[in-house]
């Protein structure tokens, strides 16, 4: 699959509830290694069990309730293909040996090393594969939704919904109707989720407040603030001081 941004990977064990990082409106691949977990997304509750894979469409929707010993091993990622919001998409592990697959994966991830865009190219190649072989991958079929995503993620300092309606080639409250049926959020707020997910990322990289908001289009710190606060439920120095 093309256009896979990875932003986060990684193996852990979890017991009880359980939180993660809810500013980036992603796409989330669990592999159970072992133990099982019950989540929710929407109105749905799923069990995850040991050696399937589970891709949970715009995972800020999926509320983990319980785990009991939940070893997973973990991908965030951006698609341009848009994964359909009410599906969360499971397969066994034997479905193109993906367990061997995901043994290799945790091999790596073992080792602590920077490798970021060898999992990148490990996601992509492992998506297509299923896309090719299976097509069980359930997508919104609407080009211009991708367009749109595509561009909010290129250019989040300085779209607008007006923009975008207008780059689609779409009335604008027909757009913001479709885009929040395939989304389950609007595009502002999409855009908002976007901008202050890249803002706590300049903070936590050093950058300063200030130049953090103004980076990702914020007229004011006290703007990117409310945002942050609102988005997130936490002030942007949170972020600097858990650097």
């Not at 865009?117 to 080009?143: D, N, T, V």
């Not at 991708?146 to 780059?167: G, Q």
């Not at 980076?215 to 942050?228: D, E, Q």
């Amino acid at each position: 699959m093309k256009n896979i941004n990875l932003y986060a990977f990684g193996r852990c064990t979890v017991n009880g509830a359980w939180d993660f990082d809810r500013s980036r409106v992603l796409n989330r691949l669990y592999y159970v290694n072992s133990g099982c977990a019950v989540i929710h997304n929407g109105t749905n509750e799923y069990r995850l069990t040991v050696g399937k894979f589970y891709i949970i469409p715009q995972c800020k929707a999926f509320h983990p309730i319980d785990a009991t010993d939940f070893d997973h091993t973990y991908f965030d990622f951006y698609s341009s293909k848009i994964f359909n919001p009410d599906k969360i998409i499971e397969f066994d592990g034997d479905v193109l040996q993906s367990s061997s697959f995901f043994e290799h994966i945790n091999s790596f991830i073992r080792e602590g090393e920077n490798i970021k865009p060898i999992m990148e190219e490990y996601l992509s190649g492992f998506l297509s594969l299923i896309e090719s072989k299976y097509r069980e991958l359930y997508y919104i079929s609407e080009s211009s939704l991708s367009y749109a995503l595509n561009f909010i993620h290129e250019e989040y300092a300085s779209i607008t919904t007006d923009i975008l309606a207008k780059r689609v080639n779409l009335n604008k409250s027909y757009f913001i109707r479709l885009f929040s049926s395939a989304m389950g959020l609007s595009p502002m707020k999409y855009i908002r989720a976007v901008r202050v997910s890249h803002g706590k990322e300049l903070i936590q990289n050093g950058e300063s407040i200030s130049n953090a908001a103004e980076l990702c289009g914020y007229s004011s710190p006290s703007a990117f603030y409310n945002a942050v606060k609102s988005e997130l439920g936490v002030s942007p120095s949170d972020f600097k001081n858990k650097h």
